[in-house]
């Protein structure tokens, strides 16, 4: 996700504020996504009210609440799956 310079606005934005006040002020700035952009205002409005202490809680909402297209390949997991003798049942000597 690239912010477009929405962290530098957030940074002078006064805290504590609300949900609301942040997309009165900014809601119609993008970030980049990896399929796209989205608006920050759609984004925090899926979350609702919501108070935010500093910058920070408000760039963690929006990490966490943008849509399917900021995810890149979904569903893709570079993790290999778990063999037989790691979760599944210990092996029998006959």
Known sequence: ????????RLE?????TTAEKIIAAHGNATVE???GSERIG???ERFGD???EDPEDVLTTLRAGVCHRGVGR????DRD????????PS???F
């Open 1 to 8: 996700m690239r912010l477009n310079g929405v962290d530098d």
């Open 12 to 16: 002078r934005h006064q805290y504590p």
């Open 33 to 35: 996504l990896a399929n």
């Open 42 to 44: 759609d984004v925090l």
């Open 50 to 52: 919501q108070t935010f």
């Open 74 to 77: 979904r569903f893709y997991s």
């Open 81 to 88: 799956p778990t063999t037989d003798a790691e979760y599944g």
């Open 91 to 93: 092996p029998v000597s």
